[in-house]
């Protein structure tokens, strides 16, 4: 590989490299301002503007990285991963926020060095998750994750449930990382290649013993469904969105999302996929019947979530348990195996990323005030703090896709894209899930706005900033519920996946 080559691959893995200078820089502060921590998030901020930058670039790019005569390149920079990183990116401006107000993160202010080295860690191995096209890479990325995330639920050392969570989130990360690294191996045996690209090609006109490759692939999304909270590799996510500082568990159920639904979404196209025909649908190889699997993992992943909703307390756990159900809902996108199921993916993440960062944020500052996050005791608060009590009906309006609000326009495009594919009794079974969603968060509503506290109101105020961060998240769930083109034209120049 010669230096005008290799200059050429890092020219198009200019976010990555945003992201691991912000990471070094913020280790380097640290080390020389000591206990003075104050300019860390805002050194973060900054990073990720750079990253910004460098990721709505690539919209207009279509390139492999890193190629070499042993491998057709392990980075894939094109339109779909930008978006993507875009959602990453977005998510963790709204952390890197909700962290300087957070008094669960103030509370480990001597550790704050730490705290961001570790988000932009996670960040550094989301973009890797979201661009790599090679079986190694995607391991070790979805490693940096994971290994970052380890840490940061467990951070705040403060109770009980946060150790508890960082601990079971070990254990469950570490089995499926390793069943996952078992598939991989078995895939590398069968193929002689770890390219996702070398391994379409070869399964296509190569003799592939099908139950192996079967067993190989089923491994492989262990480790996937794991990481996007699919069941029933969702068992780590109540107990450690519950334990968690708030800050992180956002940031889990938006940004680490995304890049799980990302690298599913490149996993299966590039390596299985055949053609693409005139409708848009997936001709994939014949060996996994992905269809009925994804099929069936989305019905069980919603009905799931949704149900075991029903019987939650801590508003952490249900908004855990109603991201599994929405995990199902994006399923079916995967379900559809389309263009326009990607479109529709697209579209809800859009949407999703507002809303639920947007949840988050209100049970954040109640927590901050109140000390629970328990939902009985947010009885009387539409009345004592009815700006919170909007901004959070909203989200939760939203969340249950209800119009006029951006969460239907998000399901409508699932539905449309799942009655388009003839798949109507998923569609009924899909709608059925949203009504049972409707029962807990309205449960929510219930306790806000029409049952009376019974020790008392909590008379707190909203600072300036607070309240425009809120309407930041809540006016476009409005906005994009009326008005939608905007969200249709970003989802279709973002479905490009080089190759196909």
Known sequence: MNINYLLNSLYLIKPEIAISATLVLLVLMDLIMGSNKKLLPYIAIAGLIAASYFSVEQFGMSSLAFVSKANKGMIVTDPFGAFFKGIVVFASFFVIYFSIKSDEIKASFERHGEYYTLIFGMILGMFFMISASDLILIYLSLELVSLSSYVLAGFTKTSQRNSEASLKYVIYGGVSSGIMLFGISILYGITGSTNLYEINSLIQTSSIPNLTFILSGILIFVGIG????????????????EGA??????FLSVASKAAGFALLIRFIKITFIK?????????????IDWKTFFIFLSIITMTLGNFAALWQDNMKRMLAYSSIAHAGYLLLGMAVLSNQGMIAIIIYFMVYAFMNLGA??????????IGTEDIDDYKGLGYSQPFLGVCLGIFLVSLTGLPPTAGFIGKLYIFIALVDAKMITLAVIALLNSVVSLY???????????TRPENGTFEFKVSFSNGLVLVLLAAPVIIFGLYFTPLINIAKSSIQILGF
């Open 226 to 241: 794991y990481k996007i909270s699919a069941v029933p590799f969702h068992f780590w996510t109540p107990d450690v969105y």
């Open 440 to 450: 807990y968060y309205i449960r929510v509503l219930r306790n806000l706005f029409l």
């Open 245 to 250: 500082p708030i800050t992180i568990t956002a």
């Open 360 to 369: 988050f944020f209100v049970v954040m500052l109640i927590a901050n005030k």
């Open 275 to 287: 053609s693409v025909d005139s409708a848009g649908y997936w001709q994939l190889v014949d060996i």
